[in-house]
């Protein structure tokens, strides 16, 4: 703050094309007039209009971090590579749905590969099972369980086995049938009674 009082100076101002503003109009649930991000040497602030112009020292976080996602969403070139780590901090669950549906629509367009890490049920639930991976550490190395579902995944973030898949069978012999027939990953997606 005490940087933008003294020594306000803009190197780069980027302002959301009209396409742009009205995603984050509909992920915020609110119709902007404007949104930019204004970058000097050292920091960079995000303003929007909304009725008034405020700045990033006065928006929620996730209203922030969202203007922060979309403005680099449109910078980027066709065919990049993002890693956004924790998407959630700060989102509110209901535009987190509608980003997640938007952002796939936008890796879509511009043909981007972008790797997300998060907590979140509500990000998860909206992304294709054939596009999540669960990564695990096991001892020095890590597992990828891939596909999973929303329970399974956030069950295991949680410590505790959520199946995907209850199993019915009628004996105690019929249950070591299924168990040998499975392998050891998908074993332990499922639950047998």
Do not use: W
Not at 20 to 33: A, C, L, N, P, T
Not at 75 to 101: M, Y
Request: proline share 3%; aromatic share 8%; hydrophobic share 35%.
């Amino acid at each position: 703050r005490s940087h933008y009082k003294t020594a306000y100076k803009i190197d780069e101002r980027r302002v959301l094309s009209g396409k742009f503003r009205k995603i984050y109009s509909e992920v915020m649930g609110r119709q902007y007039d404007s949104a930019e991000v204004m970058q000097s040497a050292r920091y960079s602030v995000r303003q929007c209009n909304f009725g008034n112009t405020y700045s990033s020292f006065n928006m929620g976080a996730g209203e922030d971090s969202i203007l922060d996602i979309l403005d680099v969403l449109q910078k980027c070139p066709d065919g990049s590579l993002l890693v956004i780590e924790e998407i959630e901090t700060g989102i509110h669950p209901e535009a987190l749905v509608r980003l997640a549906k938007n952002m796939l629509k936008i890796t879509d367009e511009k043909s981007l590969q972008v790797i997300v890490s998060t907590h979140s049920s509500f990000f998860i639930a909206n992304v294709p099972r054939e596009a999540r991976l669960y990564v695990e550490r096991a001892d020095s190395q890590h597992r990828v369980l891939y596909g999973p579902t929303t329970r399974f995944a956030v069950g295991l973030m949680a410590g505790r086995l959520d199946p995907e898949l209850h199993v019915y069978c009628e004996d105690s012999f019929s249950q070591l049938l299924i168990e040998h027939a499975l392998p050891s990953e998908l074993r332990r997606r499922i639950r047998i009674v």
